[in-house]
Nanobody, 122 residues
Framework: QVQLVESGGGLVQAGGSLRLSCAAS????????MGWFRQAPGKEREFVAA????????LYTDSVKGRFTISRDNAKNAVYLQMNSLKPEDTAVYYC???????????????WGQGTQVTVSS
C-alpha cells in the first residue's frame, strides 16, 4: 500500500520561505514521477510542480516559476518543495502525489497524501 506523508507547512509572512517534504513508502519510489498540488478554500485543486522519476525533468505552474523549486532524493524516498518569496495567494493545502504518467493533470496521479496547510499572511 502506497503512503505519502507531507510535512513542513505552517504560517509565514509574505516574502518568507517554507520547505515542504513528502515521505513515500509502499512502492519503488525511484520508478515514479512525483507532483505537488494545492487547494485553496473554495477552489479546485491545482497543479504546482512535478519532477520526473530521475529528477532530470521538472514542470512548474507559471505562478510559482522562479520562486518554488521541486527536488527529490530517491535514496530517502522523499520529494521536496522549496517555496521562496511566498505570497498570500500561495495560501492553500499542499498535497504530494505520485504517478506513472508525466504531466500536470491531477487525474494522472494515482496516490495522494493527506496534505499540509500553508498560510501566508500579508
Amino acid at each position: 500500500q502506497v503512503q505519502l506523508v507531507e510535512s513542513g507547512g505552517g504560517l509565514v509572512q509574505a516574502g518568507g520561505s517554507l520547505r515542504l517534504s513528502c515521505a513515500a513508502s509502499g512502492r519503488t519510489f525511484s520508478w515514479y514521477n512525483m507532483g505537488w498540488f494545492r487547494q485553496a478554500p473554495g477552489k479546485e485543486r491545482e497543479f504546482v510542480a512535478a519532477i520526473s522519476w530521475s529528477g532530470g525533468n521538472t514542470l512548474y505552474t507559471d505562478s510559482v516559476k522562479g520562486r518554488f523549486t521541486i527536488s527529490r532524493d530517491n535514496a530517502k524516498n522523499a520529494v521536496y518543495l522549496q517555496m521562496n518569496s511566498l505570497k498570500p495567494e500561495d495560501t492553500a493545502v499542499y498535497y504530494c502525489a505520485t504517478s506513472v504518467n508525466w504531466g500536470r493533470t491531477k487525474d494522472a496521479y494515482d496516490y495522494w497524501g493527506q496534505g499540509t496547510q500553508v498560510t501566508v499572511s500579508s
